[in-house]
């Protein structure tokens, strides 16, 4: 993030956190699938755990991201960390307050953005 590259930061948290395949509709999972995981689903518990590991550097990116008007890029992040966060204990409670205020954040932003269009 430090090159201001963020396409390349949320590849590498992609990467590190294991967690290209969450956050999406393919998946093909639900909360209670997650919770009762058999081995079959290993790697979805593996990305929620590696987006809790790196949830400051997500909150960083989106952050970022929404700064600089990369909103495809926060919507990415943010798509994750809520994935992660729907898991019961997942997040603890500053890491909740942060991600619900960057979805407000994001929304708002992405909101005038798109009144501005019109």
Request: glycine share 12%.
């Amino acid at each position: 993030m430090k090159s201001n590259d963020l396409k390349r930061a949320l590849h590498c948290l992609l990467t590190m956190s294991n967690s290209r395949n969450i956050g999406h509709d393919g998946t093909g999972l639900g909360l209670n699938d997650i919770l009762n995981l058999t081995d079959k689903k290993q790697d979805v518990v593996e990305g929620v755990q590696g987006i809790v590991k790196f949830a400051k550097e997500f909150l960083d990116l989106i952050d970022a991201a929404d700064a600089t008007a990369q909103g495809e890029i926060a919507r990415e992040a943010l798509k994750r960390l809520a994935a992660a966060g729907s898991v019961k204990g997942a997040l603890q409670g500053h890491e909740l307050r942060g991600l619900a205020l960057r979805l407000a954040n994001h929304g708002e932003l992405t909101r005038l953005s798109v009144g501005s269009l019109s």
